[in-house]
């Protein structure tokens, strides 16, 4: 394991060198990207397959804003995440580390925090991004998703909230957009509680039932009461399967500003609205920077909230409607940077959390993604479609428009990206793999090994395919 391990460092190594060259970055530009402090802009999608996106492939469903992203930048062609699920997933991108270091994995098939109230999450001792950054003067936020956890002890510690975690702002869900979030056909969790429930309730009635013959027939000794209190714990299930729908609802979905409740149910047809509301007046704040603002998008994970704007445009029913949805949305964003004059001094990057869920349909209709050639999708960790998600920088004037990068990369090489660009160091206090995608000058390589990366002039590995043997 350790031999791998240290494997896994040289690789990221020489592909951190690998990407630099790729870039063409000249001596000027490499100055600039240490020393500018730009503005970071983070766009993360929920459940997005890689191949429902046009620049990487699709020609059916319309994503100009995301297209025109990749024109004028850099698109990474294997950007992988760490896991296939999301809360995994967002903890490797937050810290730069494997999930399974800061605890956030499971060997069962809960891979995922199941309940806004329960007490794990991000452990507090992480160090995020957005905490480095924090401390050297950037106004840091958090719009969207969070499903890293909230509180440990009590209702009101708040140890895993966002604002534990290095950002000044939080304005979201604290859990995730789950299907039971509406009333629909397709259920993570309602369909399978309610089942348990009625089959105790049925359990209880059949016991009850029972007594009561027995007592009225004089098989049974004893007072009514057990016949009594079977009845009330049978009623007690019933009613509560009846009413489990509403209560999820009341429970998991749910809008926060920072540590108050704003939205309890969330009124989810104008969510969309308010979270870019939130965005344009987040940026405007802090337009005289730097700032550094994490977009966590509730699309498109089910149950596919689509504004009436939107139904019905795409030939992929449901789902491609949100992912169009969702492209407009990052068009929005994009516009306010316009219109504040911010676009050239702004570091944009677009990913998805992991790849498309293929697992939600429900009789002839599907409701999740497609991740093009790559087999498996959403939760199914041994394949690649679970993990090859899109990848895209941006950066006007400072990285080249148009370019593709065929180098592997990963959701962990943003945490020393982000540090370095924003003047912080990362920290040497326990082991991250992701390296910097923007500043291979800036490293070093690992001591176990003392690599020869061999890069060509032209960017070109001498040892295509094997960038650890170079």
Not at 56 to 79: C, E, F
Not at 176 to 188: A, F, H, L, R
Not at 313 to 326: A, F, V
Not at 398 to 417: C, N, Q
């Amino acid at each position: 394991m350790l031999h791998l391990e240290h494997s896994c460092l040289f690789f990221r190594s020489c592909l951190a060198l690998t990407v630099g060259v790729l870039l063409d970055l000249k001596p000027s530009a490499c100055s600039s990207l240490s020393g500018s402090r730009p503005n970071i802009l983070l766009l993360m999608a929920d459940d997005l397959g890689i191949g429902d996106v046009g620049c990487y492939g699709n020609n059916t469903i319309r994503t100009p804003n995301i297209d025109r992203l990749a024109a004028d930048g850099v698109m990474l062609t294997q950007h992988i995440a760490a896991a296939s699920v999301c809360t995994p997933s967002r903890a490797a991108f937050l810290t730069g580390r494997y999930p399974l270091r800061s605890g956030m994995v499971s060997s069962n098939g809960y891979r995922v925090l199941q309940w806004t109230g329960v007490s794990g999450g991000l452990p507090p001792n992480e160090t995020t991004f957005a905490k480095i950054l924090k401390d050297k003067g950037y106004a840091t936020g958090l719009i969207g998703k969070w499903h890293l956890g909230l509180n440990c002890e009590s209702s009101d510690d708040y140890c895993h909230h966002p604002l534990s975690h290095g950002f000044d702002h939080f304005y979201g869900m604290p859990f995730s957009m789950m299907g039971d979030c509406e009333p629909w056909e397709m259920s993570e969790k309602r369909a399978g509680l309610e089942h348990k429930l009625n089959v105790c309730s049925h359990v209880m009635a059949l016991a009850a039932f029972t007594l009561t013959v027995g007592k009225l027939t004089r098989l049974v000794a004893g007072s009514w009461t057990l016949v009594i209190c079977s009845t009330i714990v049978a009623l007690l299930f019933f009613t509560t399967s009846c009413f489990m729908g509403a209560l999820i609802v009341h429970a998991d979905c749910f809008l926060m500003r920072n540590h108050s409740i704003t939205e309890q149910p969330m009124c989810l047809q104008r969510t969309t609205a308010l979270m870019l509301k939130e965005v344009s007046s987040f940026v405007k704040r802090n337009k005289q920077g730097p700032f550094l603002l994490f977009v966590s998008f509730l699309h498109v994970h089910t149950p596919l909230i689509t504004t009436e704007n939107f139904r019905g445009r795409s030939p992929h029913g449901l789902y491609g409607d949100n992912t169009e949805e969702m492209d407009w949305m990052v068009g929005q964003i994009l516009d306010t940077l316009d219109t504040e004059g911010l676009t050239n001094s702004t570091l944009v990057y677009f990913t998805s959390d992991h790849g498309g869920s293929l697992e939600a349909q429900f009789g002839n209709n599907q409701y999740g993604g497609w991740n093009g050639i790559y087999k498996g999708g959403k939760g199914m960790g041994g394949w690649e479609g679970g993990i090859r998600v899109p990848g895209i920088l941006r950066w006007p004037g400072v990285l080249p428009a148009g370019r593709l990068i065929h180098e592997p990369t990963s959701l962990m090489d943003v945490f020393p990206t982000v540090v370095q660009l924003g003047g912080g160091q990362v920290p040497h206090d326990r082991i991250r793999l992701g390296g910097p995608l923007l500043q291979p000058s800036k490293l070093d390589p690992p001591r176990s090994f003392s690599p020869r990366c061999c890069v060509q002039a032209d960017g070109a590995l001498t040892a295509p395919g094997l960038p650890w043997a170079c």
